[in-house]
């Protein structure tokens, strides 16, 4: 009996360790937590795989997003007026203009975007931390400055901008395809 009860206990413990372990080397982020594995970021620029420390993805909200691809902070008014503060810190409205509508640069709000892909909160995501060919660079922390690596937009602030685009459009990002 006490041997079935230690065997059974080996093979438990044995089996939650391995449910804590993250895959490395995969190229995907590490693990999202209990909820699965962390969804899978690709540059807008060519579809190949956009690597991005897992630790950067610091608040709730930022690990919700990394675990589903969804933005929590869509329609919520804190992170809409944060956002909108953040989008004028980094000079976006010199492109998109003041309310994201277009200027130089193309509109953010949709229905029709520039790329596809960004009527997602991913897809935007994506396009703003690492950059496009057609001229905005990377505003993702680290790429922004490679010679700061503190520099640049967090994954939290990112999803905070994204939220304030969306709150002038007729798509949350938070569809589902």
């Known amino acids: 009996m006490n041997t079935k009860l230690g065997l059974g206990m080996l093979v438990l413990i044995t089996g939650l360790t391995a449910c804590n372990k993250n895959e490395s080397g995969s190229g995907e982020a590490a693990s999202a937590g209990a909820s699965g594995p962390a969804i899978k970021f690709v540059k ?9 420390k897992p630790e950067l993805f610091d608040t709730p909200a930022a690990k919700e997003f990394l675990a589903t691809g969804k933005n929590p902070y869509v329609g919520k ?3 809409i007026k944060a956002g909108k503060k953040i989008f004028q810190l980094y000079s976006c409205t010199q492109c998109h203009g003041p309310e994201a509508g277009g200027q130089v640069g ?15 909160n991913k897809g935007m995501f994506e396009t703003v931390w690492n950059g496009t060919n ?5 505003k993702g922390k680290g790429l922004m400055d490679p010679s700061d690596p503190n520099n640049g937009i967090s ?11 969306r709150s002038h459009g007729s798509l949350t990002g938070n569809e589902d395809s």
């Open 77 to 79: 008014d804190d992170a």
């Open 155 to 165: 994954p939290d602030e990112l999803l905070k901008v994204i939220a304030w685009v």
């Open 44 to 52: 807008t620029q060519d579809g190949s795989a956009l690597d991005i």
């Open 106 to 120: 193309p509109a953010l709000t949709g229905p029709n975007y520039n790329y596809a892909k960004d009527a997602t």
């Open 134 to 138: 057609g001229g905005m660079g990377a």
